[in-house]
């Protein structure tokens, strides 16, 4: 174990710069999982952490011990929680994170299961969501087009639960690098559509575009999808948010595959 006392170490100084910068989370590859739920899923899934950091008030946790204990010894550095208080996000959380690289995901030649587009969603919490509904609905692969939130930031890793760590999660793509490779159907919704969600068969593999909660699908999308879909809303909502819709039409192909 290490101990670092002083908030002008190398080390730390990095630190604070993934804590407060998705730009330097992008240009070092690296984040940060914050609390116990990440980083027993993260070590359940992938293995050990580069690096394991903890406040020293938070080893007296049982959780945080047990986290703890399953780290190889030369991967834990233990802060005191004055230097622990500005990497957290977290609010009344126990003061563990671990430091980890960000997977760059990869393009297949040809995408013949079902897939996530996600086309600029904005909102961290909506992406988060997403890919949380993707891996529980049993979606291994998700595309992420420019504009939409970093999947490895802070907000999207607590939305998400874990589920990144199950997902091949591929960003900065484009529609001439993704479209080609699409072997399967293409569906959207879209409040115009005649067809219903509950109507369209989704017994086989299909890829999924989820636009921006503003602006919606973008047309280098829409001109590619084969069947745009509307989802019934008796209630008269003009629509719904994106990441409730993209629940609703992954566990519609969910049902219809069970049944």
């Not at 590619?224 to 409730?244: D, F, W, Y």
Request: glycine residues 6%; contains cysteine; hydrophobic residues 45%.
């Amino acid at each position: 174990m290490k101990l670092i006392s002083s908030k002008d170490n190398p080390f730390y100084k990095r630190l604070k710069l993934l804590a407060q910068s998705n730009q330097q989370r992008r240009k070092l590859g690296q984040t940060l999982l914050e609390g116990v739920h990440l980083a027993d899923a993260y070590l359940g899934a992938l293995g050990q952490p580069l690096v394991c950091v903890a406040a020293d008030s938070a080893l007296d946790n049982d959780e945080v011990a047990q986290i703890w204990a399953r780290v190889e010894a030369d991967r834990r550095v233990c802060l005191p929680e004055a230097l622990f208080e500005p990497l957290s996000t977290l609010v009344n959380g126990v003061s563990l994170l671990f430091v980890v690289e960000m997977p760059s995901g990869r393009l297949p030649a040809s995408q013949t299961t079902d897939c996530v587009i996600l086309d600029a969603v904005q909102d961290a919490g909506n992406v988060g969501s997403i890919l949380r509904s993707a891996a529980a609905a049993g979606v291994r692969d998700v595309y992420c087009m420019s504009g939409t939130a970093l999947t490895w930031s802070s907000k999207v890793l607590r939305s998400g639960m874990g589920a990144h760590f199950s997902l091949n999660i591929v960003e900065h793509c484009t529609p001439d690098s993704l479209a080609p490779r699409l072997s399967v159907p293409l569906l959207a919704t879209s409040l115009q559509a005649s067809t219903s969600l509950y109507e369209q068969d989704l017994r086989s593999p299909v890829a999924w575009v989820f636009g921006n909660e503003g602006a919606g699908v973008s047309p280098h999308w829409l001109e590619r999808v084969q069947t745009p879909i509307r989802i019934p809303q008796p209630g008269g909502m003009e629509s719904l948010n994106v990441a409730a819709c993209a629940a609703i039409c992954l566990f519609e192909a969910v049902r219809q595959r069970l049944s």
